[in-house]
């Protein structure tokens, strides 16, 4: 069992920057591939980036590319999620997620296994 605790959510204008963390309890963490998503209201849970268990592989949605930084300390158990050049449409619940299989980094919310319960993050535009 794995629980996850998110922490690093706010209020910030556009433009500005938010360093989310991930703070995961238990020894296998480190094998693990994990992810950030985001709900914003009225949408659906949509993926935002992962990194596979050794940071060898890294994903990003286009929507974030270029601007979010997605990176895992194992020694410390935590994944961050820098987050540069904000706008008002990333406005959203963050939300840490865990995948127990070694397999490649997927996508989908349904392929992880374990949620943490969130933080926001609002950007005023």
């Known amino acids: 069992q794995v629980q996850l605790v998110e922490s690093g959510g706010g209020l910030v204008q556009a433009g500005a920057s938010l360093r989310l963390s991930c703070a995961a309890s238990?020894?296998?963490?480190?094998?693990?591939?994990m992810g950030w998503f985001r709900q914003a209201p009225g949408k659906e849970r949509e993926f935002v980036a992962a990194?596979?268990?050794?940071?060898?592989?890294?994903a990003y949605s286009d929507s974030v590319k270029g601007r979010f930084t997605i990176s895992r300390d194992n020694a410390k158990n935590t994944v961050y999620l820098q987050m540069n050049s904000l706008k008002f449409e990333d406005t959203a619940v963050y939300y840490c997620?865990?995948?127990?299989?070694?397999?490649?980094?997927?996508?989908?919310?349904?392929?992880?296994?374990?949620w943490g319960q969130g933080t926001q993050v609002t950007v005023s535009s």
């Open positions: 997620a865990a995948d127990r299989n070694l397999g490649g980094i997927l996508r989908s919310s349904d392929a992880y296994d374990y």
């Open positions: 990194i596979s268990w050794r940071g060898g592989s890294i």
């Open positions: 238990g020894r296998t963490f480190s094998s693990y591939t």
